[in-house]
């Protein structure tokens, strides 16, 4: 049982941070009906961000974990408005439905390249900024850095429901997110509003990315695998849904942990894509996701 509750813990902090990246997704699904299949990447480089200020390569440390997140949240809000301005823009100009996929894409490729190029294509391992000696909880081993994780990603969630909710440029994104010809009508600069959910996209991947990178190495290509799997999960719970993202992100956390510990380590994505496809053939719009109304 104590196994048992390990894994389900460690699937936890694994499934927030696939839900954190999820609703970066979400975000920019909301506005523009598009979506940063570069988001992995912006993981990355919030964590190789991270480990430039915070390790021990590039002569550092410069800074302490905690101020070192602000740093990186303002580069990965800045890295989300260059992907906007350079892939959706241009495409959503001229009505391009296919154009911001390829662009996003080739972006990606070209951070990973600059990364690699930067500081190599070695695995390295990321300081922690909480003590290493396990916690016990419920009979379990877990580190203090994985509950952190947990911690942060509700935090952040929470964060953006309460500007959505309390402030007046947060409506703004929710009425263009409800109806972007609508929004315009009532004065709603859209363009900008699209422009933001990027830069917010790419800020929660950048969060994750300094989130995940104490318990796990760090490299160029960590955020490959990482951010595909997060769009899995934004899929399986609904690209309108903020609960589907930490509903689906906790489903295949833990579905993971378990079958890599029960089966193997080789096995252990098999259980999200199998969820995946059987999402989609059941409930295409994902377990919380709402269904587009056309009128003709």
Known sequence: MNILTQLVLSGMALGMIYAVIAFGYQSTFATSGTLNFGQGE???????TGLSLTGEIMGGPYLNYWLMVPVVLVIGSLQ?????????RPALRIHSEFGWIMSTIAL?????????????RDDVPFPSPLPTTPVHILGANILPMELGVMVGALLLMGLMELFNRRTLY??????????????G?????TRAV????????????????????????????????????????AIIGGLTSGMGAVVGGLILGIAETTTGFYFSTG???????????LILAWKP???????????F
């Open 42 to 48: 912006a993981l990355m480089l919030g964590a190789m």
């Open 185 to 189: 009508l009532m004065g709603i600069d």
């Open 80 to 88: 989300g408005l260059v992907v906007e301005f350079l892939a959706v």
């Open 194 to 233: 699209i422009a933001f959910s990027y830069a917010l996209s790419s800020l929660t991947a950048a969060f994750a990315g300094v989130l995940i990178a104490p318990i796990t190495l760090t490299g160029a290509s960590m955020g490959s695998v990482l951010g595909l799997k997060a769009f899995a999960v």
């Open 108 to 120: 990606g490729i070209i951070f990973r390249n600059v990364a690699e190029n930067v500081w190599g």
């Open 170 to 183: 947060g409506k703004a994104v929710v009425a263009t997110s409800s109806d972007r010809g609508a929004a």
């Open 285 to 295: 719009n994902g377990l919380f996701g709402r269904a587009a109304v056309q009128k």
């Open 267 to 277: 096995y252990k994505d098999v259980p999200g894509l199998i969820l995946l496809l």
